[in-house]
């Protein structure tokens, strides 16, 4: 039976499980939008494409399987470009879709064409792998071959185009495999290496996991959880890896900001990261609170990329393999002569549980504008149980770090790229990844939150539960304290500041969201259960002081320690 390409696309996403559509219904598209609708997927326009691949790629992160973000072609896929690369370097899989004209890359001298640029050329450093589907009978091995690219190794996004004269013509092909016929099967490390990794972790006094960014995009924390009481250790996040997973929430330090994770990394002495790469803000695993003990600490790495095993660092025992399967292969070899608690644990956790208390006891109360100390644990402390936490901003994510006073079991975002502006879209993304069930918090400062501040739209469209908290100080806070910290107080400064005029929750209105407007802090806590209970998304105005978020920024040092000249 005769099929379009565009329904053809349609099957072979569905056999991989994939029911989510992002972007803006270019003409080119709309066969393909009605369609997916049609069949029940959740098709969503926002309104920039940059947003479209921020959604798609928030969803990607929350689901643990691709997803599939459209575009026209020209201006459109270039605006989504930015996010492509945000992608790339925050290794999530999302599969970018744009229009094209007609069989573009044939030998042919073609000037003065409207909507056109050589779109493949753009994406060559962005894309993990990018194709043309020119005929339509490559419409399976190039859908097929994205998604396997967008998962193989680390994952990264992919690239597909689509000429204007494809998307309608017809293939005579038999049905696509159903998915349990024809799903990725996750690779396990070998037997040999699994028992080498076993033997350490038995005979080790001081075992820590580093867990990363890819336990929770692969959504593979619940065995993390069972090898870390198995191993009776601490969990170490890295600042990629900032969800809790459910159930050692109690165990879990922040790497570098917490003094039980400092005490824990460095004595040490077998290390079993997990879903990380060892770059710059673990230290590549051998400097600052690595070095005492550096020559004679192991290393465990699981990672499904070969390649990127025994860079920056030398590892003992490399699990290659998808963190899915080898962490499994670890609990049930370990399930045999589990360890007892490490004689710390009790203290360190202790000590960790004190250290939120007094950081929020000791968030200054100001009589003017909130400090942004006392922003962050007064949203924090009102953060529903159950939530999605999703963070943006520069300066106020720095306090994030070290005064949030929730641990929540999903945390979004942007930390390898440190893009400004991802946070609503991520947010959104959220939303609808989980079906709008959970509440989500976006905590953002008004710089980054004006970048895609246009998608409450789409908050309002859809009824999201959803309240954002913005830390209002009209400058680029970061950026401020910067020219501070190289010029002197009172020095000059330009392009860093902003009016002051803007109401964000004025605008929240204007898009069909509440918006509130809160001074005092013991007002934030109840206006943010005010917000929830209302069922509309919300925007929250909160000022803070300027001279607080650009001067005293918590932990900075440690956060420059991230950057190579820093790190020695």
Not at 90 to 117: M, W
Not at 407 to 419: A, C, E
Request: proline letters at 6%; one cysteine or more; aromatic letters at 8%.
């Amino acid at each position: 039976m005769a099929t379009p390409v565009y329904k053809r696309m349609l099957d072979l996403f569905e056999a991989e499980g994939i029911n989510t559509l992002i972007g803006i219904p270019d003409p080119n598209f709309v066969h393909l939008f009605l369609e997916a609708e049609s069949r029940g997927w959740t098709v969503i326009a926002p309104h920039h494409e940059e947003s479209s691949g921020f959604i798609s790629e928030a969803i990607a992160r929350m689901t643990g399987k691709p997803a599939v973000c459209i575009a026209t072609l020209g201006p459109g896929i270039a605006n989504a470009s930015g996010a492509m690369m945000c992608a790339l370097v925050e290794n999530s899989p999302v599969i970018f879709i744009g229009g094209q004209r007609a069989r573009i890359t044939e030998q042919r001298v073609r000037r003065g064409r409207i909507q056109f640029i050589q779109q493949m050329d753009l994406f060559k450093n962005s894309a993990k792998y990018s194709a043309s589907i020119e005929y339509a009978d490559q419409t399976d091995e190039i859908i097929r071959e994205s998604i396997r690219k967008s998962l193989s190794g680390v994952p990264g996004p992919t690239y597909i185009e689509l000429p204007i004269h494809v998307i309608t013509e017809e293939l005579d092909l038999p049905p696509v495999l159903k998915p349990e016929q024809y799903r990725l099967v996750n690779q396990s490390a070998g037997a040999k290496e699994v028992a080498m990794a076993v033997e350490l972790i038995s005979k080790a006094e001081n075992p820590i996991i580093l867990c990363g960014h890819g336990v929770h995009t692969s959504r593979g924390g619940a065995a993390v959880a069972e090898l870390a009481k198995l191993m009776g250790c601490p969990i170490i996040q890295t600042s990629g890896g900032t969800s809790f997973i459910k159930g050692v929430e109690d165990r879990t330090f922040p790497y570098g900001f917490s003094e039980a994770a400092v005490d824990a990394v460095v004595k040490s002495d077998v290390c079993i990261a997990i879903g990380t790469e060892m770059g710059e803000p673990v230290h590549y695993g051998k400097t600052r609170h690595w070095a005492e003990k550096n020559a004679t600490r192991k290393w465990i790495y699981i990672e499904q990329d070969p390649t990127a095993i025994g860079v920056n660092r030398p590892i003992d025992v490399p699990l290659v393999g998808d963190l899915r399967a080898v962490v499994p292969q670890l609990v049930e070899a370990l399930q045999i002569s589990p360890r007892a608690e490490h004689p710390e644990l009790a203290r360190w956790i202790s000590e960790d549980k004190a250290r939120l208390e007094r950081l929020a006891a000791e968030a200054p109360i100001l009589d003017g504008p909130m400090h942004t100390a006392r922003w962050v644990v007064e949203a924090t402390k009102a953060f529903p149980e159950n939530g999605i936490m999703v963070r943006d901003g520069g300066a106020t994510v720095i306090f994030q770090w070290t005064y949030s006073q929730c641990k929540p079991n999903d945390v979004v975002w942007n930390q390898n790229f440190g893009h400004l502006g991802t946070g609503l879209p991520y947010a959104l993304g959220a939303c609808i990844a989980d079906g709008g069930k959970r509440p989500v918090m976006l905590t953002t400062s008004d710089s980054a939150f004006l970048f895609h501040i246009g998608e409450l739209e789409v908050a309002a469209r859809l009824k999201m539960p959803l309240v954002v908290v913005v830390g209002v100080d009209h400058q680029w806070g970061l950026e401020v304290g910067v020219y501070k910290r190289t010029f002197g107080k009172g020095s000059a400064e330009t392009a860093v500041h902003w009016s002051k005029d803007v109401r964000f929750d004025k605008i929240a209105e204007g898009f069909g969201c509440q918006g509130l407007y809160i001074e005092k802090a013991e007002d934030l806590a109840p206006a943010i259960e005010k917000a929830y209970a209302s069922g509309r998304p919300t925007v929250i105005h909160v000022p803070i002081d300027p001279n607080v978020n650009s001067e005293e920024m918590p932990n900075y040092s440690e956060f420059r320690t991230w950057y190579a000249e820093g790190s020695q």
